[in-house]
């Protein structure tokens, strides 16, 4: 089942309160998600699998590109198809749009942040978007309130299709250790920097070594530029010795132990249009 919509509408929030656990970051920003996060819920006799996506945005460099063909991935493979958009926007990109509405999947559409909005315009947005694709089940939310969650899910159960498990069923998702100790490091530069500086990092795990009571963890920050990389780490250290602490907390959340996080900064200039670079960081379809 994928998770589409535009930048910033609350896909994110809203995987994460379907699975149970944080899986995708979540900032205020648009662009957070940039590859597809997959999170698995087994039941008695279901298996759920999600697919997080990134935003849907008018390609500006190859990165954005790459990510949406993780978009274009998840138009073509899904058996559901659960639709974010909030109380204030439409679906930009139209192409994306009639996708939807020419294929054959089932969508559910979810009106994501109305404790934000009021009841008139809830309305009119619901019988906008009954228009536009009459054969989804539109559906009023709150990911970060938890309201019609349960809701979302009952009718996700309805509408999948019956088929054997995909995944063992101790499996919450597809992706490493590795990839979620990035995450939280690129999802702390996304919350403590401005401007261009989130944008033009990258996150690389080099090393990760698990020891008894403590896990040894170096990561490797990409900029662009020598100036950005001045910025991360700030005045006599500070900016970066903040970043390091709290990705560390939330890493040693997340894994349930304590770690050493050490991180660097490279510069890789214009990596953000650079296919080597991409491939290296994951940013393929096969991914």
Not at 155 to 179: G, Q, S, V
Not at 197 to 217: F, H, K, Q, T
Request: aromatic share 8%.
């Amino acid at each position: 089942m994928n998770i589409i919509g535009n930048p910033n509408v609350g896909k994110s929030t809203l995987m994460n309160a379907l699975v149970g656990e944080k899986l995708s970051i979540i900032t205020s920003k648009a662009q957070t998600t940039r590859k597809r996060v997959m999170g698995i819920v087994n039941g008695d006799d279901f298996q759920i699998v999600y697919t997080d996506t990134p935003g849907i945005v008018n390609p500006h460099n190859k990165l954005h590109e790459q990510m949406m063909g993780f978009v274009g991935t998840a138009l073509q493979d899904a058996d559901l198809f659960l639709l974010v958009t909030e109380v204030g926007e439409t679906l930009k990109n139209r192409h994306v749009l009639e996708k939807v509405i020419d294929s054959d999947t089932p969508v559910l559409l979810v009106i994501n942040k109305i404790d934000l909005s009021d009841q008139a315009t809830i309305s009119e947005k619901i019988a906008y978007w009954q228009e536009q694709i009459p054969r989804a089940v539109v559906i009023p939310c709150s990911a970060t309130e938890g309201f019609n969650v349960d809701k979302i899910f009952d009718l996700i159960l309805e509408r999948l299709p019956e088929h054997p498990a995909y995944f063992p069923k101790d499996e919450l998702t597809d992706r490493t250790m590795r990839f979620f100790v990035s995450e939280i490091v690129r999802e702390k530069i996304l919350l403590y920097y401005q401007k261009e500086i989130p944008y033009s990092c990258e996150v690389a795990v080099e090393a990760y070594e698990e020891r008894d009571g403590i896990d040894n963890i170096s990561c490797l920050i990409y900029v662009e530029r020598e100036s950005q990389k001045a910025i991360l780490i700030g005045h006599q250290g500070k900016a970066i010795k903040k970043l390091g602490t709290e990705a560390r907390r939330d890493i040693e959340e997340f894994t349930g132990k304590k770690c050493f996080l050490s991180l660097h900064i490279k510069v890789l200039k214009d990596w953000r249009n650079s296919d080597r670079a991409l491939k290296s960081f994951g940013y393929s379809l096969e991914d």
